[in-house]
C-alpha cells in the first residue's frame, strides 16, 4: 500500500510540521502521520508565539529556513517586542496569533510542499530490525517502511487529563491519548518518565468587561518574526490586564482538597516556571494578587484565553473563582482548564542530532523530550528533520554549537544534561547571549541553511546584501566627520557632553544617550546618507558599535571553548581506565558517551578537576 519512505514523521505538532518540512524540503521523501489532520499545528495551550529567549529561537528557526517565523507572521493579531528597556541581547519577539489561522497556514504550507504526504491514523509502534528501525506500524496494523523516524507525539502517550477528581485519557482537551509506542520503547530498552503540563479555562469574551481591565496594546511600529515577511501587520487586537485577588484566593482554596496535585494523583513533574493557579497562592500565599493576562484567540472569534489561570481544580471551583475577577464578574466557561500527565523520554539517551542511541535512524523531537513550549518543540523538530535527511542520504551530521545558536544551547543541554522537569528556554541558559541577539540571527544562520539546502537563494542574496551594506555602512561611520558647530545644540539638547573638536559618526555612536534617529537630527547631510539604509541595517550597526567590547570579549570566549569541542574523544573509550577521574564522572561518562572534551564538560557530575584530568590523558 505505502512506498517505502525516507523519513516517517509520527505526530502533527509544532515539531512535527518543522521536520516533515525541513525534511522533504533538503529533498526526502517524506510521510506525515497524525491522528487527526484537523487539529495539524494546533496551539493547545497559548495562542502565542515567541517571548522571552522564546522569539529568539522562532527567528533562527527563520533563519535556517524553517516555517515557525512566516507562519506567525501570517496569522499575528498582535506583536510586541519584550525588554525593549534593556540590551539587544534581551530584546525578545513576540505576537499573538488568531489559533485556527496559525493551523490553517501550517496545513497549507504542508499541502504545498512537494515531497510530503499525510496520513490520518494512530501510529502504533516501529519496527526495529538489526538495531535499526525500517518500518512505523499503525493501529490498523499496516506497516509503512522507512528509512527513517521522528517520533514527535507531545503530550499524547499515555496521556491522562485531570479535572479535579475526573481523570479520563486523552493527548489534549476531545482528542484520544496515544498508546504502544511507549510499552514499546520501553522492551526495546528505553528509560521513561512522566511530566505534568496545563491550561486554563476558555471563556466568552462577550461577557466580560474590558472597561474595568488595563488594556495591553502591541507595538507602535510592529516588526515580524520572519526576514522574508515583506510588509508588517497594519492592524493590530488588543489584549488586557487584571488580577486575581484575596476573595479569588479562598474560593480556589476551597476546591484544594479535591485537587489532583495536591492529593497525589497526578505524579508527574510540571514547569517550573508557568505554574497552575493554585500553585502560585500555595507557594506565595503571602501575595495579595496575581496577575491574569486576558488574550483574544483570533480576530473573528469570541473565545479569550485566561492566561496566568492555569488550573486543574474542579470545574464548578475554577468557574466560581473566575466570576471573582475584576472584569470577570459575568463571564460565561467555554471549557474548563485541566491538566494533563504524558510519558517522555529523558534525553539523554539521544545524541546531539537527536538521534537515539539505542535504535539507528530513530529520532525525537519535542515533549518527548521533556521540553514544554511551541518553540522549543518546533526547533527540535527542525534539527531532527534536518539530520533524519542526511542520516539517510549519507550526509553530514547537522549540530550547531552553543554560541551558534539558542537552539544549540537548547539541545546540548537535553542531552548532556538531562531534564527532570519540563524544560523551557531562557536567556540566562546561552552563556554567549550577545552573540545570539534575535537581531543578527539571519547573519549568524542563513549560509549554514542555504548550505544545508533547506534556505532558499532568495534568503541567502539577501543575508549577502545584509552583510555588505553593514560592512559599508560601519566603515563609512568611520570616515563621516561631525563638526561642533554642527553638533553641539543637538548634543546639549540630548543631555550628553558637547563636542571640543570634529568626530567621526561612529564615535558619537559609542555615546548612550544617541543612536541613529538622534544622528539624524545632528546632521542633515549626514541624515541623508543614512536614510538610504534599510532600518534592519541602521539598527545592526548601531548594535554593533555600541556593544563592540562585550561581543568582541563573548567572541573570544567562545572561540576558546570551541577548542575543548575540537578535543574528540573515541567513541567506544574506556574511562574506567583513567585513575584519577572521580567515580561520579567515570559512571556518567560511560553512560553519556560525550563526543567531545567540550560535551563531557557540560555532563552534570563531571567536575572541572575531573575535565582537567581527562584533557591531559587525551593530550597524551
Known amino acids: 500500500m505505502f512506498p517505502e519512505y525516507d523519513v516517517v514523521v509520527v505526530g502533527g505538532g509544532h515539531a512535527g510540521c518543522e521536520a516533515a518540512h525541513a525534511a522533504a524540503k533538503m529533498g526526502s521523501k517524506v510521510l506525515l502521520v497524525t491522528m487527526n489532520m484537523q487539529t495539524i499545528a494546533q496551539m493547545s495551550c497559548n495562542p502565542a508565539m515567541g517571548g522571552v529567549a522564546k522569539g529568539q529561537i522562532v527567528r533562527e528557526i527563520d533563519a535556517l529556513g524553517g516555517m515557525s517565523g512566516i507562519i506567525s507572521d501570517k496569522s499575528t493579531v498582535q506583536f510586541r517586542m519584550l525588554n525593549r528597556s534593556k540590551g539587544p541581547a534581551m530584546w525578545s519577539p513576540r505576537t499573538q496569533n488568531d489559533r485556527m489561522r496559525f493551523a490553517e497556514e501550517w496545513r497549507l504550507a504542508l499541502e504545498q510542499t512537494p515531497n510530503i504526504d499525510l496520513w490520518q491514523e494512530m501510529a502504533k509502534g516501529i519496527v526495529v530490525k538489526g538495531g535499526r528501525v525500517v518500518a512505523v506500524k499503525t493501529a490498523l496494523g499496516i506497516e509503512i517502511p522507512t528509512k527513517a523516524v521522528v517520533l514527535t507525539n507531545g503530550t499524547f502517550l499515555n496521556g491522562l487529563i485531570h479535572i479535579g477528581e475526573k481523570q479520563f485519557g486523552g493527548g489534549r482537551s476531545g482528542e484520544k491519548a496515544a498508546t504502544g509506542i511507549t510499552e514499546q520503547l520501553i522492551e526495546l530498552g528505553f528509560e521513561a518518565g512522566r511530566m505534568k503540563t496545563g491550561t486554563p479555562p476558555r471563556v466568552d469574551g462577550r461577557t466580560l468587561n474590558y472597561a474595568a481591565m488595563e488594556a495591553q496594546l502591541g507595538d507602535e511600529n510592529p516588526g515580524t518574526f520572519s526576514y522574508m515577511t515583506e510588509a508588517p501587520m497594519q492592524k493590530q487586537l488588543p489584549c488586557y490586564i487584571t488580577y486575581t485577588n484575596e476573595e479569588v484566593h479562598a474560593t480556589l482554596q476551597t476546591g484544594f482538597d479535591r485537587s489532583p496535585m495536591f492529593n497525589g494523583r497526578i505524579k508527574g513533574l510540571g514547569p517550573r516556571y508557568c505554574p497552575s493557579i493554585e500553585d502560585k497562592i500555595n507557594r506565595f500565599a503571602e501575595r ?143 552563556e554567549f547571549r550577545i552573540l545570539l541577539r534575535q537581531d543578527n540571527a539571519d547573519l549568524r544562520l542563513t549560509e549554514m541553511g542555504h548550505r544545508l539546502g533547506l534556505a532558499s537563494d532568495e534568503r541567502l542574496e539577501r543575508v549577502l546584501d545584509k552583510k555588505n551594506d553593514l560592512k559599508k555602512l560601519l566603515n563609512d561611520l568611520k570616515q563621516k566627520k561631525v563638526a561642533p558647530e554642527l553638533a553641539n545644540a543637538g548634543l546639549e539638547e540630548f543631555n550628553t557632553a558637547a563636542l571640543k573638536e570634529t568626530t567621526s559618526a561612529l564615535q558619537l555612536l559609542r555615546r548612550p544617550q544617541i543612536g541613529v534617529g538622534e544622528l ?100 597524551k
Not at 539517551?349 to 537515539?356: A, F, I, R, Y
Not at 577521574?581 to 563531571?606: C, F, H, M, Y
Open 288 to 430: 495579595e494578587r496575581h496577575q491574569i493576562f486576558v488574550e483574544p484567540e483570533g480576530w473573528n472569534t469570541v473565545e479569550i484565553y485566561v492566561n496566568g489561570f492555569s488550573t486543574s481544580l474542579p470545574e464548578d471551583v475554577q468557574y466560581k473563582a473566575l466570576r471573582q475577577i475584576v472584569g470577570f464578574e459575568n463571564a460565561k466557561m467555554f471549557r474548563p482548564g485541566y491538566a494533563i500527565e504524558y510519558d517522555y523520554f529523558p534525553p539523554t539517551q539521544l545524541q546531539l542530532t537527536l538521534e537515539t542511541r539505542l535504535v539507528e535512524n530513530l529520532f525525537f523531537a519535542g515533549q518527548i523530550n521533556g521540553t514544554t513550549g511551541y518553540e522549543e518543540a518546533a526547533c527540535q523538530g527542525l534539527i531532527a528533520g534536518i539530520n533524519a535527511h542526511n542520516k539517510v542520504h549519507e550526509k553530514e551530521a547537522f549540530i550547531p554549537k552553543r554560541s551558534d545558536a539558542y537552539i544549540g544551547v537548547l539541545i546540548d543541554d537535553l542531552v548532556n544534561k538531562g531534564t527532570d522537569e519540563p524544560y523551557r528556554m531562557f536567556t540566562s541558559r546561552a
Open 520 to 619: 539624524k537630527k545632528l546632521d542633515a547631510e549626514l541624515a541623508d546618507y543614512l536614510n538610504r539604509y534599510s532600518d534592519e541595517v541602521l539598527e545592526q550597526a548601531e548594535i554593533q558599535i555600541k556593544y563592540e567590547t562585550y561581543i568582541d570579549k563573548e567572541q573570544k570566549l567562545a572561540e576558546r571553548m570551541e577548542g575543548l569541542e575540537n578535543h574528540i574523544i573515541p567513541q567506544n573509550f574506556d574511562y574506567n581506565k583513567i585513575v584519577a577521574l572521580s567515580a561520579e564522572a567515570k559512571q556518567k561518562l560511560n553512560k553519556q558517551r560525550p563526543a567531545t572534551i567540550g560535551q563531557a564538560s557540560r555532563i552534570s557530575g563531571v567536575s572541572p578537576a575531573d575535565i582537567s584530568v581527562l584533557t591531559i590523558y587525551m593530550g
